[in-house]
């Protein structure tokens, strides 16, 4: 059974999200603030992180901060704020998601099982890679290799290069990324790519992903 650590700090929706999980066949823990959570997540193991921004003691930023720095678990992030300032922060911040309520909780449920099928999928492939360059993208392990040092990336972030890297001459529009990789899942601004391709970016400090203004990225053939 999956497990899935709940970060809310409102007992309606706390409640709400526990009884819709467990009756999906997930093994729900709850955390009632930021601090409790990290707490929790540093004793035991999850394969899913439902985390609230406005949370007392320490907001789902910061929690999403400290995990990111122990962690590649999927983190799905739910707010009442639904600007577009918080929405970058959040995808900046490595989120796999971001869910602004109110919210659908059979489309939740299905967001959950989508994000838990990418992971399932990554940590299961048989070990594969794609080089290009000095990088090696892992495809086992989905992290990135240049010049001999490790690179974590998020899901999303593995799912973006790799697409690139096995499109080769190709331009990807943000359109055909967002189709091929989001699908049902997304419902949002297609410059939520950009974000992703902006992490990449400053992570691994490559060049070689090039924007093709007004349209979306190419990686030029290897000779």
Not at 1 to 9: A, R
Not at 115 to 136: E, T
Request: glycine share 6%; hydrophobic share 40%; proline share 2%.
């Amino acid at each position: 059974m999956q497990k899935i650590l709940v970060v809310e700090d409102d007992f309606d929706i706390r409640e709400l999200l526990q009884n819709f999980l467990q009756e999906a066949g997930y093994e729900v823990t709850i955390a009632n603030d930021g601090m409790e959570a990290i707490s929790i997540f540093s004793d035991r193991q999850f394969d899913l992180i439902l985390l609230d921004v406005m949370l007392p003691k320490i907001d789902g930023f910061t929690v999403c901060e400290l995990v990111r720095k122990q962690s590649q678990i999927p983190i799905i992030m739910l707010t009442a704020l639904n600007g577009e300032e918080e929405q970058i922060r959040g995808l900046d911040m490595q989120v796999d998601d971001y869910i602004t309520k109110p919210f659908s909780m059979p489309v939740l449920v299905r967001k959950i099982a989508a994000v838990l099928r990418r992971s399932y999928h990554m940590q299961n492939d048989g070990h594969q890679a794609i080089r290009y360059q000095n990088l090696i993208l892992d495809l086992d392990s989905y992290t990135a290799v240049i010049n001999g040092k490790g690179y974590e990336l998020t899901q999303r972030e593995f799912e973006v290069l790799r697409e690139l890297l096995m499109n080769q001459g190709r331009i990807m529009t943000r359109q055909n990324l967002l189709d091929k990789l989001w699908r049902y899942d997304f419902y949002g601004d297609e410059r939520v790519v950009d974000t992703h391709i902006k992490n990449l970016r400053k992570k691994l400090g490559i060049g070689f992903i090039q924007t093709i203004r007004g349209v979306g990225y190419k990686i030029d053939k290897e000779n």
